[in-house]
């Protein structure tokens, strides 16, 4: 849908599509199955996307609001496998070695 | 920056992989006209100093954990993203909000055509870089590693 009238000037809507980036990557094969980390994940856009090929999927992010709105789009996705929690990069709430694949999407 | 790298490279397993993606700020955005099945450009859409700022010292970032052998640059690369506009308007209005770009974009068409096609659709289309990294985790024998470790001594 195009920006204008009915799409948000600031939204994740104008980033690429979460599959489509993953295909950018080098396909779905990095993230099948895998345990994964979205540092930085803001709404949630791309570990909802991405939710339904891993083991699972935990979002990061130093925003509350964001992490709220993350959380309502996996709800309302019905995803199960994704978790989100409020949090920096700079001291990760994770023991060693708890993730295969981290993924920094617009976040560094 | 780099400290969040090495708390990534310390919560990755061996093997594991750190994807970095962002707009690649090295290569000026284009403003465009869809037309037909093509695109007409209409001009180009610098990033913002600030945004060029941060994105070289992520860059160092990078750079550095590389340097320390905490990562291996396995893959690199670069893809377009096209957002869609319903007008040139809407677009103009895109880049006087968004942070990251300069507010108005260098065109290269005259006035008189941007005012034919202002009701058309139009695309902001943008590179995206990414990188795949693999973390390199040393194998210490438990019993170095506990020796090595300031709080089991």
Request: hydrophobic share 45%; proline share 5%.
């Amino acid at each position: 849908m195009d920006v204008g009238t009915r799409v948000p000037i600031v939204s994740s809507s104008l980033r690429p599509r979460p599959l489509d980036e993953l295909r950018a990557w080098g396909g779905t094969r990095l993230i099948r199955g895998k345990r994964v980390l979205d540092v930085g994940c803001g709404d949630g856009r791309f570990a909802v996307g991405l939710a339904p090929l891993a083991a699972s999927v935990q979002g990061l992010d130093p925003d509350p609001d964001a992490i709220s709105a993350a959380r309502r789009n996996a709800r309302e996705a019905g995803i199960r496998n994704v978790r989100f929690e409020v949090g920096a990069a700079q001291q990760l709430p994770y023991a060693d070695e708890a993730f295969d694949v981290v993924i920094l999407s617009w976040a560094l | 920056m780099v400290d969040a790298l090495r708390e990534i490279h310390r919560v990755l397993a061996p093997g594991g992989i750190l994807i970095d993606a962002r707009p690649d700020s090295r290569v000026v955005a284009r403003a465009e006209r869809r037309a037909g099945h093509g695109f007409q450009r209409f001009g180009l859409v610098a990033t913002n100093r600030e945004e060029l700022t941060n994105d070289r010292a992520s860059d160092r970032a990078i750079a550095q954990v590389l340097r320390e052998g905490l990562f291996k640059s396995r893959r690199r690369g670069r893809f377009w993203h096209l957002v869609p506009f319903e007008s040139l308007g809407a677009l103009r209005n895109y880049l006087w909000e968004h942070l990251r770009f300069v507010r108005r974009a260098r065109w290269v068409v005259d006035e008189k055509t941007r005012r034919r096609h202002a009701g058309d659709r139009f695309v902001m289309r943008r590179a995206i870089r990414y990188e795949v990294l693999s973390a390199i985790k040393a194998t210490v024998p438990s019993t170095a590693r506990a020796a090595s470790d300031p709080r089991m001594q």
